[in-house]
């Protein structure tokens, strides 16, 4: 009974403290929410109350006209500064201040800070807009003041778009080999009136060797060669493009992105059917099948959907703009020869690998006569590189 009693009284322990810490939290995200500094001409004439402002907040912007950027460009990088001012008699101290948002940074460090009456203190910071959407916008920057807690300093404006990317600004390539070369270019459109940007060259990113060319006016074409082989997993591959000829505009960034995954195949048959009666006694036979690209259904490798879309697991990616097909190619299939063995034959029956432009021919050879003894199902298990990619079942009749 004493047990039972003692675990009751834990429970309404951790209950009370629980609602405790809830109803702090609570009331201080009440209170950053109601506070929202003020400019002094939106302080004049206006009734404070503790439900906006708290009475006696000393602090104001000193720009009437509070801190709107207007327009800016989708991947500039612009430096202001604002000013707050102690309109109070006494004395207020700023213990510090924060940026609310990764797209504002603050260049002014402010801690422990106190600023006498009438005194300004000037912050400096920047928007960086590439973080943001190309839409009207608005961000806080925080202000801790002593005895008042946290209060927000609004940041608004507009970003537009100065650059129109072709097909994609970050192209998915989807799941694909690293194995063999490839390019991908993407074709950008300046959006200013005049022709006054110019985006400089890359030499090379992690991945990809990179080259800018300015192909007409406004118009530049970035071209990305993949540096095969490229190491399997996950890929994001941003490439930053410096900028010149409009002040605080710049870098662009493109991208690729995508999964690098290890080649997958796949044999053509599951059963060889051989009629023992149709089989010569003195010569020896020849049973053959193909090792080829694994096919999945693009709606996933092991859906139970029917779709006549495919995709070949054997690619950089599959685009109208790859000049070379390797799987197509009879070199291709010729390095691959030494990674593939069959297993689970009977030491009686040989096989040979043979490279063509559309796989490798998997030739198992029997001795003659060796079919014509009866029946059997002989297993032949294909592997590349030590793993299992397929079984085929012989069935001897």
């Not at 002014?108 to 000037?122: H, L, M, N």
């Not at 020869?337 to 009686?348: A, I, N, Q, R, Y």
Request: net charge positive; hydrophobic share 40%.
């Amino acid at each position: 009974m004493t047990m039972k009693k003692n675990h009751y009284i834990y429970i309404v322990f951790l209950f009370t403290v629980f609602f405790f810490q809830f109803a702090l939290l609570a009331e201080d995200e009440e209170a950053v929410e109601e506070l929202h500094i003020l400019t002094e001409a939106e302080r004049e004439g206006y009734k404070l109350t503790k439900n906006r402002i708290p009475e006696g907040f000393p602090f104001v912007l000193s720009d009437k006209t509070g801190i709107n950027l207007g327009k800016l460009m989708e991947s500039e990088i612009r430096q202001t500064y604002f000013t707050l001012k102690n309109t109070s008699d006494k004395p207020a101290e700023i213990l510090g201040m924060a940026s609310g948002c990764p797209c504002i940074t603050l260049l002014t460090t402010i801690r422990k800070q106190v600023v006498a009456p009438g005194g300004e203190v000037k912050v400096d910071f920047t928007v960086d807009a590439k973080h943001l959407n190309a839409m009207p916008f608005e961000r806080d920057i925080y202000l801790y003041a002593k005895g008042f807690g946290r209060v927000k300093i609004g940041i608004v404006g507009d970003i537009r778009v100065m650059m129109e990317y072709k097909p994609k600004q970050v192209i998915d390539l989807g799941e694909f080999t690293g194995e063999y070369p490839f390019v991908r270019k993407i074709d950008i459109h300046s959006l200013f009136d005049e022709d006054i940007v110019n985006i400089g060259q890359v030499s090379e990113s992690k991945n990809f060797k990179v080259q800018v060319e300015k192909v007409a006016p406004k118009h530049f074409r970035v071209t990305m060669t993949a540096k095969v082989p490229l190491k399997r997993g996950r890929m994001r591959e941003i490439i930053s493009l410096p900028v010149t000829g409009v002040k605080g505009y710049g870098p662009l960034e493109v991208g690729l992105m995508g999964i690098v995954a290890d080649n997958k195949f796949s044999v053509s048959k599951k059963d060889i059917i051989i009629q023992s009666a149709d089989v010569p006694k003195e010569e020896e036979y020849v049973a053959s099948f193909d090792i080829v690209p694994f096919i999945a259904q693009d709606n996933g490798l092991f859906s139970r959907q029917k779709t006549d879309a495919k995709k070949v697991f054997f690619q950089p990616a599959k685009e109208d703009e790859d000049a070379q097909r390797p799987w197509n190619d009879i070199k291709t299939w010729e390095k691959f020869l030494k990674d593939f063995e069959v297993t689970g034959l009977l030491s009686e029956i040989k096989y040979e690998l043979v490279a063509h432009a559309d796989g490798i021919k998997v030739k198992l050879i029997f001795p003659a006569g060796y079919l014509n003894a009866g029946r059997y199902l002989l297993p032949a298990v294909v592997t590349y590189k030590g793993k299992m990619i397929g079984r085929v079942k012989l069935k001897v009749y």
